[in-house]
């Protein structure tokens, strides 16, 4: 069993860096935008319709996409004032039990956002502005971070009890 945890570890290891790459590429991509159209405003005096619009779409995709990376790095902010002077027992209970309740969480956001998603492209949700985006497309970033997150929340579940006695990545 412990060696398919490992397996599952790797590959999601895998998967979850690539996100993250893209997430990272998307910013890069945001700031170059965000410099054109500086450039094309002051100089030009033309600006453009669509850097707003996409860069937002660009930044939505770095956050969900960045927070399952995050979460393998244990990057997400934790208040543990009180809990690191707790038993070492007491402390792996409560993680056990911090984590049930954030993958019910988790479930939640990413089945809601998935019906959200399916309801926009079904309907055909547009977005407000002359690009006339559909929807579905910059909300299917939301349903890629929420799933990433959740399967990392599984793992992180699952190395409490299969990790080498590591005490993190």
């Known amino acids: 069993m412990r060696s ?13 860096n690539f996100a993250a790459a893209i997430a990272g590429l998307a910013i890069l991509l945001t700031a170059f935008m965000i410099c054109y159209e500086i450039i094309a405003r002051s100089i030009f005096h033309s600006p453009t319709v669509w850097v707003m619009e996409i860069s937002t779409y660009l930044l939505v995709l770095a956050g969900f996409f960045g927070m399952a990376y995050t979460m393998r790095k244990n990057g997400h902010i934790c208040v543990d004032f009180l809990f690191s002077r707790f038993p070492r027992a007491l402390q792996r209970g409560l993680d056990v039990l911090t984590s049930i309740l954030a993958l019910f ?37 939301m349903v890629i971070g929420f ?21 993190g990545k």
């Open 4 to 16: 398919i945890y490992h397996m599952y570890d790797r590959i999601l290891g895998y998967i979850t």
């Open 105 to 141: 969480v988790m479930y939640v956001c990413m089945t809601e956002s998935t019906n959200y998603m399916l309801m926009s492209r079904a309907v055909g949700v547009v977005s407000p502005s002359l690009l006339r985006v559909p929807m579905w497309i910059p909300q299917t970033f």
């Open 147 to 167: 799933v990433l997150l959740f399967l990392e929340m599984v793992n992180h579940l699952l190395g409490d009890f299969f990790r080498d006695g590591k005490e």
